[in-house]
T-cell receptor, first 112, second 112 residues
Framework: TQLLEQSPQFLSIQEGENLTVYCNSSSVFSSLQWYRQEPGEGPVLLVTVVTGGEVKKLKRLTFQFGDARKDSSLHITAAQTGDTGLYLCAGAQGSTLGRLYFGRGTQLTVWP | NAGVMQNPRHLVRRRGQEARLRCSPMKGHSHVYWYRQLPEEGLKFMVYLQKENIIDESGMPKERFSAEFPKEGPSILRIQQVVRGDSAAYFC??????????FGPGTRLTVL
């Protein structure tokens, strides 16, 4: 069973469009991280959110942690072809960070 | 500041051979994690180590797999008597003081 469910699994959009990807769970997490992974490479950390309701912005990317710390979303404004990649959410449980539980990811393709 | 380094990047082994995967954490990071990524399953936690100590090995198969992080030198993930089902991408991550995890580029293991 997957502790974190990501949706959609695949997303294909045109450059300039906005999009949101979701990361949901029935479990509570002490923190949640978003990564982006390109083929043949390791995941690259984008952001960490730790407080329920927290919103973080990274240029055109907006990350939100749910109030109950069970879910998160990633919103991209005016997508660019360089945003193409596999977006992974990963959660940590307990008072400190140990193992991460990963979702299966959202494969985003942005067309010119 | 060099990132997490893993070698080899690609490893081919025949069934029954041993595979040794190496991970050098980022400078100043004393916590190392190993994850395995299969095409349809996403990233799965295997083991969490600190210098000379295994903190959590709950994700590691009980047989044929072992990991170490010696006082000097890289962390090693060792797989004895490999089978075809061990073919996967193996990622190492490191963190300072149990915080965010930064991933290496991975080792792609192919078992013939």
């Amino acid at each position: 069973t997957q502790l974190l469910e990501q949706s959609p699994q695949f997303l294909s959009i045109q450059e300039g469009e906005n999009l949101t990807v979701y990361c949901n769970s029935s479990s509570v997490f002490s923190s949640l991280q978003w990564y982006r992974q390109e083929p043949g490479e390791g995941p690259v950390l984008l952001v960490t959110v730790v407080t329920g309701g927290e919103v973080k912005k990274l240029k055109r990317l907006t990350f939100q942690f749910g109030d109950a710390r069970k879910d998160s979303s990633l919103h991209i404004t005016a997508a660019q072809t360089g945003d193409t990649g596999l977006y992974l959410c990963a959660g940590a449980q307990g008072s400190t960070l140990g193992r991460l539980y990963f979702g299966r990811g959202t494969q985003l393709t942005v067309w010119p | 500041n060099a990132g997490v380094m893993q070698n080899p990047r690609h490893l081919v082994r025949r069934r029954g051979q041993e595979a040794r995967l190496r991970c050098s954490p980022m400078k100043g990071h004393s916590h190392v994690y190993w994850y395995r990524q299969l095409p349809e399953e996403g990233l799965k936690f295997m083991v969490y180590l600190q210098k000379e100590n295994i903190i959590d090995e709950s994700g590691m198969p009980k047989e044929r797999f072992s990991a170490e992080f010696p006082k000097e030198g890289p962390s090693i993930l060792r797989i004895q008597q490999v089978v075809r089902g061990d073919s996967a991408a193996y990622f190492c991550a490191s963190s300072p003081a149990r915080n965010e995890q930064f991933f290496g580029p991975g080792t792609r293991l192919t078992v013939l």
